[in-house]
């Protein structure tokens, strides 16, 4: 009896989002359906893999039972173990990147594991494209609150990020209308503004800046101007970490060793003090929202989407159609190939609807 039962291995990798466990009791209870299927996780993405010893759980019903309203990932994660690029300290206190791809895939195939299901953004599906290629039964669920994979309709943890910052936006608007200020509310977004576009259309902001329009300060003053009469008015702005001037450069700060990105953040005061540099008059106060944005319980919709992709996912691997990503297409769940899923990245079209009806309630993106 024992032979006929397959074992199907969770990777959460990447930033955490919520949703995360939604995913993964999703694929717990489809699997359990099978009865053929035992299901397991590997602890901190492919650490729990490739680390020794390797740390790893079985995932029964008991253990998956009520997380699906948990923020984070019960499976942990990192954003410091791509299998490709394995970032490993050298005695001098550097870096050196390894592949190890070829020793975490002889590793899972030696402890018994029928098909992989990892859970991760961008980052995580060009490497679930490249050990597929490389001979592993794997299938990638899109994870994100950046929203930024093109080949799905919505990532979840967007949703959620979005109620997040929308809520901060609202309070940020009371000081704002009582102080007469200026009030910029700094959201996540390294290279799509998704976050701070919704947020700006669900708060009423004036001004919303993004990684896909450069923006021109002195455009940026006019608009705050045009709100101030006898020193009196107030305006919201929400910039995207990504945003940058026309003629400047994002506001990085190093990543930590063996991180695949550079941090992002502190755009805020940036724009702050570029904007009493071009002579605006108006009190100005930065906020910096960060990783609120990603905590938390996810809300209903995060949790239905991440539920149905945890199922998808399942479906696919107990059919051998491996070598794929689930997505949300037109309303319907579906999938599409790991090509395909990290050919393009999810910018805002500038002519798209969203920014055509965000200029049409009057907000500015300073161009
Ligand atoms: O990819 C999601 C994201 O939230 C980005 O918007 C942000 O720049 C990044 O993660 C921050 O990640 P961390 O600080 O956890 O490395």
Redesign the pocket.
Known sequence: MNNTIKKVLIVTG????PGLNAVIRGIVKRARKEKTWEVWGSIEAFNGILNEPQHLIRLTSRKVAGIHVKGGTILKTT?KANPLKYPVLQPDGSIREADRSDELISKIKSLGFDAVINVG??GSQRISRELFKKGLAIVGVPK???N?LQATDMTFGFQT?VQIATDAFDKLVTTAESHHRVMIMEV???DAGW?ALHTAIAGGAEICLIPEIPYDINKVLKRIEARYTRGKGFVNIVVA??ARPKDGTIVARR??KG?E?V???GIAYQLAQQLKDAGCRAEIRETIL??I??GGTPVAFDRILASLFGVKAMELVIHGEYGRMVALKNNNISYVSLEEATREYNHIQKDSYLIKAARGLGISFGD
Do not use: K, Y
């Open positions: 990447g930033g955490d989002c954003n953004g961008d994100t609150i950046d930024d990020a996540m977004g390294r976050i970490e990504g990543g930590e991180s990105h941090r992002l953040g960060g990783h944005q990603r």
